[in-house]
């Protein structure tokens, strides 16, 4: 893939779903396998430099956490949807329960001082919450974008910039899904149309 260039005046990144439920392999939806298909990809460790690259150039770092209520009733009606397991899952399964270890970011990629923390209930990260409010406050339009699940939560992010004006990169390297097929779909077929794909490598700041 080429490089690709950002202005780090203009830029933010954004990690989606670094969670222990997700991301640790003691997690409650560690069945998925994403936590395995990230540590044979390295994604923990990619993004860990990812973000030390970010604090040196002054971009900001914007966590998104999906966290529920303790009674779920966030998602009950998608929980009651007959066609939509979803939000079956969640709910049954207490993914990412509020005040729970597994709503929390795995112990390698947590926050710093001065890092923006934006807690959503839906997939995409611009749904209902005040991540948009955050990016025009912050003057950001261009958006580097590592986390899980590729598939799920990050496309839907990327979807939701797209349609809000943002350009998107999609670090390869800095995310995960549960399957090298899941993994490369959207990497290949929609990414591209909708913003940029590379490697933390192919980045380039300046």
């Not at 990144?13 to 991301?23: A, E, H, S, T, V």
């Not at 966590?63 to 969640?90: E, H, N, W």
């Not at 209902?128 to 003057?139: A, H, K, M, P």
């Not at 349609?163 to 779909?185: G, H, K, N, Y």
Request: proline share 3%.
């Amino acid at each position: 893939m080429p490089e690709v260039k950002i202005n780090p005046e203009e830029t933010a990144l954004l990690l989606i779903d670094m969670q222990n439920n997700l991301l640790h392999e003691k997690g409650k939806a560690a069945a998925l396998g994403v936590w395995k298909f990230a540590k044979e990809a390295g994604t923990i460790r990619n993004t860990r430099q990812m973000i030390e690259i970010a604090r040196k150039n002054d971009i900001p770092l914007i966590y998104v956490k999906f966290v529920l209520r303790p009674d779920y009733a966030d998602i009950m009606g998608l929980a009651q949807l007959s066609l939509c397991t979803l939000g079956k899952f969640i709910k049954e399964g207490e993914i990412c329960k509020e005040g729970t270890w597994g709503a929390e970011y795995v112990d390698e990629l947590k926050p710093g001082a001065g890092d923006y923390i934006v807690v959503k209930r839906r997939m995409d990260a611009f749904y209902n919450s005040d991540l948009e409010t955050l990016l025009r406050g912050l003057g950001r339009r261009t958006l580097v974008i590592c986390g899980i699940i590729t598939n799920f939560c990050l496309e839907s992010t990327v979807r939701g910039a797209m349609d809000r004006d943002f350009d998107c990169i999609v670090l390869e390297d800095c995310t995960a899904s549960e399957s090298r097929e899941m993994q490369e779909f959207p990497m290949k077929a929609i990414f591209p149309v909708i913003g940029a794909v590379a490697t933390s490598e192919e980045l380039v700041i300046g």
